[in-house]
């Protein structure tokens, strides 16, 4: 069997930038304006390039991004088909390549479910008091917005650490948050970057006839890089490219990963990628599929979270939880 590789894209949201929402000041760290929204012509590029090179992983969809409404009733300053043709684009391009799945509910303030407006905090902090009684519910309700605007989903991704003070609560919670909402005993979520050699997914929660499988990032977002600098050139592309696998197929870190028996698991971010609209995160991500695809494709096979799900599902005593 070639060894499994994919890749995470957190934060993802129609339009809306959910980074100049949170990410609290207003320019790049050289000064330029963060940009509040990008254009769906970036999303047509991302997916041209996933198309061209088979990429599979996760993609976030935020389904209350920033506090700015939702993405079945609409959203504050979109317009309404502008939000529609990327989800649309979402359903027919991204999926089943990437696994979908909200990244809670705003990736910004809190919401009072009950009311529906925000609370005095972010989901981070506002997690890590919870338990099953309340998650259950926050959880419930983000996947349901992704089911009512059409997109299936059998996981989420954790804004920030969401969760991770009171991990236990929190992964039973999306286990039964996946069944009450889709009916499935399986379910995988992303919390843990887990960055030493042989990192592989594991078993979170397996009881009540539930499983939930934890699947890590293993390398990081060296594409975060782009967004506060103005250079788009050859050089900057190469030079960031290199720190997950060399032109050469010999080193980086997807070659350790693979070397040492672990999967490689690559992580950027949507604003990585968009890099304050300059696009450069798009062009490496690019060169780097390029890479793999040229050095590896007879040792590595890219695949979704739910077919890394099914993998560990089939055979949980391979995938034991490791200590922290
Ligand atoms: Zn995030």
């Given amino acids: 069997m070639k060894t499994p590789i994919s890749w995470i894209i957190d934060d993802p949201a129609p339009v809306i930038s959910v980074y100049y929402e949170h990410a609290g000041k207003s320019t790049t760290e050289d000064g330029r304006p963060l940009i509040p929204t990008y254009p769906n012509e970036m999303l047509f590029t991302f997916c041209d390039i996933i198309e061209k090179y088979g990429i599979r992983g996760k993609f976030s969809v935020i389904p209350m ?6 993405i079945v009733n609409g959203l504050e300053g979109i317009p309404e088909a502008e939000m529609k043709e990327w989800l649309d684009c979402i359903k027919t391009r991204v999926i ?19 009311t529906g407006e925000a609370l005095p905090m972010n989901e981070r902090d506002w997690a890590s008091t919870q338990d099953r009684t309340t998650f ?32 236990g609560e929190y992964e039973y919670s999306i286990s039964s948050a ?23 997914p594991w078993v979170a929660y397996d009881d009540e006839g539930r499983t939930l ?5 293993t ?26 696998i060399t032109a050469d197929g010999k080193s980086g870190d997807v070659i350790d990963m693979l070397e040492t028996g672990g999967y490689p698991i690559l992580i950027s971010h949507w604003q990585s990628l968009m890099s304050n609209g300059l696009g450069t995160g798009l062009k490496i991500m690019e060169e780097v599929a390029r890479r793999i695809k040229l050095h590896l494709s007879d040792r590595v096979e890219w695949m979704s979270f739910e ?3 099914e993998l560990v599902v089939s055979d949980k005593a391979s995938y034991p939880k490791p200590v922290f």
């Fill in 65 to 70: 991004p920033g506090n700015k409404g939702d």
């Fill in 96 to 114: 089943p390549a990437f696994s979908a799945g909200p990244e809670m509910l705003t990736h910004h303030k809190a919401v009072d479910l009950a």
């Fill in 136 to 167: 259950v519910p926050y959880i419930s309700k983000a996947l349901s917005l992704l089911r009512e605007a059409g997109i299936p989903t059998l996981g989420v991704t954790s804004p920030w650490d969401f969760g991770i003070e009171v991990e």
């Fill in 178 to 200: 996946v069944e009450e909402v889709t009916g499935s005993k399986n379910a995988w979520f992303f919390l843990r970057g887990l960055r030493r050699p042989g990192a592989k």
């Fill in 213 to 217: 499988v934890s699947i890590p990032a």
């Fill in 219 to 244: 390398t990081r977002d060296y594409l975060w890089a782009t967004i506060d600098t103005p250079r788009t050139d050859d050089g900057l592309i190469s030079e960031i490219a290199d720190k997950l």
């Fill in 307 to 309: 077919q890394i799900m």
